[in-house]
């Protein structure tokens, strides 16, 4: 199992630029694939990027391409998303997840360790 917790979020106007950190403790990060979701109120969780084992592929969700960037360092357990050019739609709580496998996965029933998430919110 992998402990994840992530931050970094905040309040930031339409426009501005936020980095997210999911931290990851316990064995065998480097094995997985990782993964951003976010949650709005109301709305299921939806996936937003995910990155391989060894970080050389990624994937991103059409609402994020051009303005998201997911990466890690696994010399520090610790993926990234850096989200530029927010917009309000992309109000929400981040999570990052765990994959059970170690190429991009899309699909949240494939993660099998989450954070507690961070809460992003854009002002118009």
């Known amino acids: 199992q992998v402990q994840l917790a992530e931050s970094g979020g905040g309040l930031v106007q339409a426009g501005g630029s936020l980095r997210l950190s999911c931290a990851a403790s316990?064995?065998?990060?480097?094995?997985?694939?990782m993964g951003w979701f976010r949650q709005a109120p109301g709305k299921e969780r939806e996936f937003v990027a995910s990155?391989?084992?060894?970080?050389?592929?990624?994937y991103y969700a059409d609402s994020g391409k051009g303005r998201f960037t997911i990466s890690r360092d696994n010399a520090k357990n610790t993926v990234y998303l850096q989200m530029n050019n927010l917009e309000a739609e992309d109000t929400a709580v981040y999570y990052c997840?765990?994959?059970?496998?170690?190429?991009?996965?899309?699909?949240?029933?494939?993660?099998?360790?989450w954070g507690q998430g961070t809460q992003v919110t854009v002002s118009s």
């Open positions: 997840g765990r994959s059970k496998y170690y190429s991009v996965t899309t699909y949240a029933s494939l993660y099998d360790d």
């Open positions: 316990g064995r065998f990060f480097t094995t997985y694939a």
């Open positions: 990155i391989s084992s060894t970080g050389d592929s990624t």
